[in-house]
């Protein structure tokens, strides 16, 4: 459907590994995204049973969801952003007139934050499942269906957003 | 008779913010011509060539590059087509040899010595960082490395502006070079409808995102001299 390209994953994967070009922000993108992400688990990781009557926190809760995503999409940063002579160009810029599909630079970046975008959702669902577990004695549906929809479905939701926006207005 | 390598029929781009459009643009470049096209500031050309070049630009109409349809085919079409302008992004802080060898890895006919050999023959240095190349041969360097995976069209966008006259005589001749050796086509803009006609073969005039028919550069010469 999204017309991966193992050729072409091969030549941008080999661009990142070699070059190292997203080397001056790496540290950066991978603090921040800590940094974000770390501070909204405190928060998401309340079982949802906690807040399930006290409509009061929901804004806090929105806040933290988006304060989490906007972690992830810093992370994809590192592979959306390359930083010479002080100016930061997006990479798609610079490869527009090279045999790359702008389609596979961007499933290039959904390839690489996948992982940490995973880890992070099944670690917040599984503390939420514990935690209401050893509190509530039952789980709620919610502590299943938050964590796969605000930490895993829109992260990458907003990461192929160029991508649908390709498809949806092609001409 | 010359094979056809980029057709355009009555492609219509998208319209700008500024409301701008390039309105029903119908071409056909042969292999071993130069084509020029002329026009003020804001006439297009620069929209053109970003159009037939870039994979997201949006337009109605066809562009076939070799037999290939460009939009269906962009990432393919892309090997065979050279973009020069000073516009075009590179790795800055990287030299010449280093910018060749990370962009050569995208290309499959790349030829590393073939690259090497045009940089020797017209002076281009590579171990200097790209962006403290002058403009001459920074457009030098795109040729150069456009030759060394045999382009079928070059697309050059003002690339001879503020060339002194010796230097554009030796610009022209290598170009004519390399169409010779790689049985390309060279699409080209400038601003001077005149300085253009001496050194291309057919020219047209672009105004307001509509481009006139093509006339032959001798043809062309002699009226702006009338």
């Known amino acids: 459907m999204f017309g991966y390209d193992r050729k072409q994953q091969e030549k941008i994967e080999k661009l990142y590994e070699k070059e190292k070009i997203w080397y001056p922000d790496h540290v950066m993108h991978t603090f921040l995204m800590w940094l974000l992400t770390g501070i909204s688990m405190i928060i998401l990781l309340f079982p949802y049973q906690a807040y399930a009557?006290?409509?009061?926190?929901?804004?806090?809760?929105?806040?933290?969801?988006?304060?989490?995503?906007?972690?992830?999409?810093?992370?994809?940063?590192?592979?959306?952003?390359?930083?010479?002579?002080?100016?930061?160009?997006?990479?798609?810029?610079?490869?527009?007139?090279?045999?790359?599909?702008?389609?596979?630079?961007?499933?290039?970046?959904?390839?690489?934050?996948?992982?940490?975008?995973?880890?992070?959702?099944?670690?917040?669902?599984?503390?939420?499942?514990?935690?209401?577990?050893?509190?509530?004695?039952?789980?709620?549906?919610?502590?299943?269906?938050?964590?796969?929809?605000?930490?895993?479905?829109?992260?990458?939701?907003?990461?192929?957003?160029?991508?649908?926006?390709?498809?949806?207005?092609?001409? | 008779m010359e094979e056809t390598i980029l057709q355009l029929v009555h492609v219509t781009g998208k319209k700008q913010r500024n409301g701008f459009q390039i309105t029903d643009v119908t071409m056909q470049l042969r292999e071993g011509y130069i084509y020029a096209i002329a026009g003020e500031n804001g006439a297009g050309k620069t929209t053109l060539l970003e159009l037939i070049g870039r994979e997201d630009s949006r337009y109605t109409g066809n562009m076939i590059f070799d037999g290939m349809d460009l939009k269906a085919e962009h990432v393919k079409a892309m090997e065979g087509i050279g973009i020069i302008s000073e516009d075009c992004l590179f790795f800055e802080d990287r030299n010449g040899k280093e910018n060749a060898a990370i962009l050569g890895d995208f290309y499959e006919n790349y030829e590393k010595e073939r690259f090497f050999s045009y940089c020797k023959r017209f002076q281009?240095?590579?171990?200097?960082?790209?962006?403290?190349?002058?403009?001459?041969?920074?457009?030098?360097?795109?040729?150069?490395?456009?030759?060394?995976?045999?382009?079928?069209?070059?697309?050059?966008?003002?690339?001879?502006?503020?060339?002194?006259?010796?230097?554009?005589?030796?610009?022209?001749?290598?170009?004519?070079?390399?169409?010779?050796?790689?049985?390309?086509?060279?699409?080209?803009t400038d601003h001077n409808l005149h300085e253009i006609s001496r050194q291309t073969d057919y020219v047209a005039y672009m105004e307001k995102g509509r481009l006139s028919g093509w006339k032959e550069s001798m043809e062309v010469e002699a009226d702006v001299w009338i």
């Not at chain 1, 409509?55 to 806090?60: L, Q, W």
């Not at chain 1, 990479?91 to 992070?120: A, D, N």
């Not at chain 1, 160029?162 to 001409?171: G, N």
């Open chain 1, 53 to 171: 009557h006290d409509h009061s926190f929901y804004p806090t809760l929105i806040c933290m969801y988006a304060l989490y995503n906007w972690g992830i999409q810093i992370y994809a940063g590192k592979y959306s952003l390359v930083r010479q002579n002080g100016k930061t160009h997006p990479i798609e810029e610079l490869l527009c007139y090279v045999p790359v599909s702008k389609r596979q630079i961007i499933l290039y970046r959904i390839k690489k934050v996948q992982k940490p975008v995973i880890r992070l959702a099944l670690f917040n669902l599984l503390v939420k499942c514990f935690l209401s577990c050893v509190i509530y004695h039952s789980i709620s549906v919610f502590d299943i269906i938050l964590p796969v929809l605000f930490l895993l479905f829109v992260p990458f939701m907003l990461l192929m957003l160029p991508f649908l926006r390709d498809i949806l207005f092609r001409y």
């Open chain 2, 124 to 188: 281009v240095p590579l171990c200097t960082s790209y962006i403290n190349l002058s403009r001459g041969e920074k457009i030098k360097w795109q040729i150069c490395f456009a030759a060394a995976r045999n382009c079928r069209l070059y697309m050059l966008d003002e690339a001879t502006a503020g060339m002194d006259p010796v230097f554009r005589k030796v610009f022209f001749d290598l170009l004519h070079e390399i169409m010779a050796q790689t049985k390309a086509c060279i699409l080209m």
